[in-house]
């Protein structure tokens, strides 16, 4: 059941529909992507959490074609971007829409700056693809770029090599490179996760200023909660291949739905406030996606699990407005103090 | 009265540079700069700071896995940082080490039994199956099932291998063991499971932690006390409460202001952050004066010039910045030597610890 957006859909910029996306293995199946609905508007940011193998990276990578057939193959769904569904677009106009329509921004910026090319020459070869202009225009539009992102002496540095420049620095040119054609969607797959918490901080009062200045949307992937209360509007919590908790920022941090979301935030703990005795854990690991889901993903580790988890995958249901959460328990739709007296 | 287990004072490792054709050394990477501190008996002590300031090499120093360039290291009472290598093998036992990359660390070849029994075989006389029942007891304490002991690292999860390698660094009954950065590879819900397993070993067999890790969060929860370095040098030293609530040096305190709060309230609320321009200098070639001086919001004159000591400014705090000294504060001339360096070797006042008394004061747990 696709839901989880407030306002008419016809505001969304994107809009991912039952997106379900398999890797043929030797070793079997693994289902990556499990009926993904999502949406974004333009000017929101969109943040989307979950722990490594829940399928951030396979979900966004399969908007734009960019999982490998073999082993990859998106099985079905709608990713309609102002409309236009690109999971039938031509190889032609995908290249056109990944660094024009779409920008990216990956996890470690060494494995997708070229090193053998100058920074200058990544940043214009799209700005003159998408947008057509000139050598000269696309260089003025490549110094602008590079100063946005707090690069000092921009001018000076185009002739530079992705190896002179610091990591942090190599991800401010890698968003250079994403913001060149003044992309609709802007989707950032772990930006700062490599990256030392302050250089973390320039670069996400970056991401704030520019928000508000381009008007975008961003798609935020990260693990790390802490980065998503900070910037996003909305956020989908992500497990075992599935959206399993969708709310904005306030709801999801202080009232959470689904268990999972409950136990990951306990688990953190913080630089401020109460310092907890012990740290609560999530016992047990992830599941295995050997096979399409049939009953809830997190089963073998919720504290709450009854009969019916096991043999149904819950779909998400609306819980408050704007709010969906994929779980059985009636404290899924009753709130935290339920929720707490039944655990 | 609990005792410091581990001493060490001024510590320096610095990595020569070579260069042309004849492999003349030019310079050197000063990872680890001058750093002093005490580990008591039973205590962890968080070492926090960003990636390449020296926590690993300090941590590895400490250890005597390099061999070090200058100052000294005393563990259970015996001073190790002169020693050859060879007369370190019977403190081996003693002191441990847990890396960050659990797949890195285990040989992919050896079965899990092997590889925790490893140190029992290199280490001790036991015969076969008083270590099969040793690498079982092991297995038990860490919480990894007896029934995979014959099977291969690639077998387990991230969260398991890291298991395994602390089973590896507790077979020798170690009374102190260096984690470095055991949880950064790790996903969230499972590292507060490895953080609660070091903590139930650390009160069962009162093992004494350096816990290295980039994670200010994760450090107050598991530490004592904690220290920050700052390229190759300790910039703050102080129990755990007084470093998170009180920070005294600019370097922590932009640290802990750029770290992220998981609750969207208190994020909105941080617009006084302190976000620091610029990356941290190369250690072969830190600035004159404060190594922080580059990127230090609150920079002084003084600080182009003069090292700042390394002050004891409340019971158990130490800080080295020239703000939080009266010869130097807001002053914009010179002490009276006023030669870079030349006040870390002065032994006026109360400086660089000279001894163990004055440097664990505080939260002596
Ligand atoms: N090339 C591949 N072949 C097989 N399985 C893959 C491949 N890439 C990803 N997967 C699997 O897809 C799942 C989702 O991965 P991913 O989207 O990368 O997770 P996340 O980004 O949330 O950490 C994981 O179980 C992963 O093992
Ligand atoms: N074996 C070595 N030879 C030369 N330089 C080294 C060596 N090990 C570490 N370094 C340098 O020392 C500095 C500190 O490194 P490290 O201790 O690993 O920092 P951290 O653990 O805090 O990230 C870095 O500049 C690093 O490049
Ligand atoms: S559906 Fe059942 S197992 Fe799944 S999260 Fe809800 S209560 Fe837990
Ligand atoms: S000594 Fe000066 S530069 Fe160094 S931390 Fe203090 S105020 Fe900043
Ligand atoms: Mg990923
Ligand atoms: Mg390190």
């Not at chain 1, 079905?76 to 032609?92: C, M, Q, R, T, Y």
């Not at chain 1, 779409?102 to 700005?127: A, R």
């Not at chain 2, 089973?167 to 950065?181: G, H």
């Not at chain 2, 949880?183 to 499972?190: E, G, H, M, P, T």
Request: charged share 20%.
């Amino acid at each position: 059941m696709p839901q989880g957006d407030t306002g008419s859909e016809a505001q969304n910029v994107l809009d991912v529909r039952d997106l379900h996306t398999v890797f043929r293995t030797r070793s079997g199946e693994v289902h990556a992507v499990n009926s993904v609905n999502f949406s974004v508007k333009p000017g929101e940011l969109l943040g989307v959490v979950g722990e490594s193998g829940s399928g951030k990276s396979v979900t966004m990578m399969s908007l734009i074609g960019l999982l490998p057939s073999p082993p990859a193959e998106v099985r079905s769904g709608e990713v309609l971007l102002d409309g236009e569904d690109l999971l039938k677009a031509s190889p032609a106009r995908l290249r056109d829409v990944r660094g024009g329509e779409i920008g990216f921004i990956f996890q470690d910026p060494m494995t997708s700056l070229n090193p053998v090319f100058d920074v200058g020459f990544q940043i214009m070869e799209p700005i003159r693809r998408h947008m057509g202009l000139n050598k000269r225009q696309a260089r003025d539009r490549a110094i602008e770029l590079l100063d946005l992102v707090g690069i000092p002496g921009a001018a000076g540095r185009l002739g530079d090599y992705p190896h002179q420049f610091s990591g942090g620095m190599r991800q401010r040119v890698m968003i250079a490179i994403a913001l060149a054609c003044d992309p609709k969607v802007l989707i950032a797959d772990e930006p700062t996760t490599a990256l030392d918490v302050t250089i973390q901080a320039q670069i996400l009062e970056i991401i704030e200023d520019l928000r508000q200045k381009l008007g975008m949307a961003i798609v935020w992937i990260t693990h790390d909660l802490g980065v998503v209360a900070g910037i996003a509007d909305r956020v989908l919590v992500m497990y075992g291949g599935q959206i399993v908790e969708q709310a904005p920022v306030h709801p999801l941090f202080n009232d959470p739905r689904h268990p999972y979301t409950r136990a990951l935030l306990k688990t953190v703990p913080s630089v401020s406030g109460a310092r907890a005795a012990k740290l609560q854990v999530i016992a047990g690991q992830p599941p295995i996606l050997g096979a399409a889901p049939s009953a809830c993903p997190f089963r073998d580790r919720c504290p709450l699990v009854f009969d019916r988890c096991h043999q149904q995958n819950p779909p998400r249901e609306i819980v408050a407005p704007g709010h969906d959460a994929a779980c059985f328990h009636p404290s899924a739709r009753t709130g935290r103090e339920v929720a707490e007296a039944s655990a | 009265m609990t005792r410091p287990l581990v001493e060490v004072r001024d510590l320096k490792m610095h990595f020569p540079i070579y260069s042309g054709l004849l492999r003349r050394q030019v310079g050197a990477v000063k990872a680890v700069d001058g750093v002093s501190f005490d580990i008591l008996e039973g205590e962890t002590l968080g070492l926090v700071g960003e990636s390449g300031c020296g926590k690993s090499t300090c941590g590895r120093a400490v250890l005597r896995l390099y061999d070090i360039t200058g100052g000294e290291i005393v563990i259970d009472g015996r001073a190790i940082g002169s020693d050859p290598q060879d007369r370190l093998r019977d403190m081996r036992p003693t002191m441990q080490m847990v890396f960050q990359d659990p797949q890195a660390s285990l040989n992919p070849r050896m079965t899990v039994g092997a590889i925790i029994g490893e140190p029992l075989s290199e280490h001790t006389r036991m015969s076969r199956s008083e270590r099969r029942e040793r690498v079982e007891e092991l297995m038990d304490q860490v919480g990894l099932n007896r029934a995979f002991v014959n099977r291969y690292p690639h077998e387990f999860s991230g969260g398991q291998r890291q298991r395994i390698g602390i089973a590896r660094a507790l077979a020798l009954n170690p009374k102190f063991i260096v984690c470095d950065e055991p949880i950064a590879a790790l996903d969230v819900s499972i590292q507060a499971q490895v953080v609660n397993l070091l903590e139930e070993l650390q009160d069962r067999l009162g093992l004494t932690y350096l816990f290295i890790s980039h994670d200010l969060s994760m450090v107050r929860h598991i530490a004592d006390r904690v220290a920050v370095m700052y390229l190759g040098k300790v910039v703050e030293l102080a129990p755990r409460d007084a470093l998170y609530s009180e920070p005294l040096h600019p370097y922590t305190q932009a640290l802990l202001s750029a770290v992220p709060e998981p609750d969207p309230m208190l994020a909105g609320q941080k617009k006084d952050r302190i976000v620091l321009q610029g990356d941290v200098p190369s250690p072969a070639n830190p600035p004159a004066g404060c190594n922080f001086c580059t990127r230090c919001p609150k920079v002084m004159e003084v600080c182009h010039r003069i090292d700042p000591a390394f002050l004891e400014i409340a019971p158990g705090h130490w800080s080295a910045c020239h703000l939080h000294d009266p010869a130097h504060r807001g002053t914009v001339e010179a002490g009276p030597e006023g030669t870079d360096n030349e006040n870390a070797g002065r032994p006026a006042r109360r400086e660089a610890p000279a001894n163990g008394a004055s440097i664990q004061q505080g939260d002596a747990t």
